[in-house]
């Protein structure tokens, strides 16, 4: 079963502009992680920030987290065409248990 | 480009039938999770494999199976193949436990069972 639910489950935008993705989960978790997937290929790692953490950045993304309401967002600042992939996140219940979100479906016109 | 590798690229299959999915891992990473993605879902869990030893298990029955070797490499078997077999299968490595570290996954093998 999936434990994280991404929102929205698609979203465009035009190049340059930001865009913020978001992920609720139900459980108490130890760590969430960000992937990209291009087309139906392997994931691609972006972040993992820890339950203790509340923000972290790598380069043009900022990640936050609000254990209090479930929730992260993943915020990728001045978009470009090749931004556009399916991006998931996966909460980490425990060190042998990860679960995926259905994802957010990202297109970045040129 | 990660160091993962998986074959074959593509497999179709007839249901009923058995496969075989093979992964190379990433060097120096011990642990090994197996991953389905259907069509327009996000990855479900099947299991990990940490030293030769499944250590952890989605909700997946037990025709799904595996193996890691002691270069630790893997397999993962599925038998008695059924039509929603068909998915893209993802494996990852990591340097230890799926659930704390970050994983590297490899390009996925799309099997399709008709």
């Known amino acids: 079963s999936q434990q994280g639910e991404e929102d929205p489950q698609a979203l465009s935008i035009q190049e340059g502009e930001n865009a913020t993705m978001n992920c609720s989960y139900k459980t108490s978790i130890n760590n969430l992680q960000w992937y990209r997937q291009n087309s139906g290929r392997g994931l691609v790692h972006l972040i993992l920030?820890?339950?203790?953490?509340r923000e972290k950045h790598s380069g043009r993304l900022r990640v936050t987290l609000d254990t209090s309401k479930k929730s992260s967002s993943l915020l990728i600042t001045a978009s470009r065409a090749a931004d556009t992939a399916s991006y998931f996140c996966?909460?980490?219940?425990?060190?042998?248990?990860?679960?995926f979100g259905a994802g957010t479906r990202l297109t970045v016109k040129p | 480009e990660t160091g993962v590798t998986q074959s074959p690229t593509h497999l179709i299959k007839t249901r009923g039938q058995q496969v075989t999915l093979r992964c190379s891992s990433q060097s120096g990473h011990n642990t090994v999770s197996w991953y389905q993605q259907a069509l327009g879902q996000g990855p479900q869990f099947i299991f990990q494999y940490y030293r030769e030893e499944e250590n952890g298990r989605g909700n997946f029955p037990p025709r799904f199976s595996g193996l890691q070797f002691p270069n630790y490499s893997s397999e993962l078997n599925v038998n008695a193949l059924e039509l929603d077999d068909s998915a893209l299968y993802l494996c990852?490595?990591?340097?230890?436990?799926?659930?704390?570290?970050?994983?590297?996954f490899g390009p996925g093998t799309r099997l399709t069972v008709t």
């Open positions: 990852a490595s990591s340097p230890g436990g799926q659930g704390t570290y970050e994983q590297y």
């Open positions: 996966a909460t980490a219940i425990n060190n042998n248990d990860m679960r």
């Open positions: 920030i820890r339950s203790n953490e």
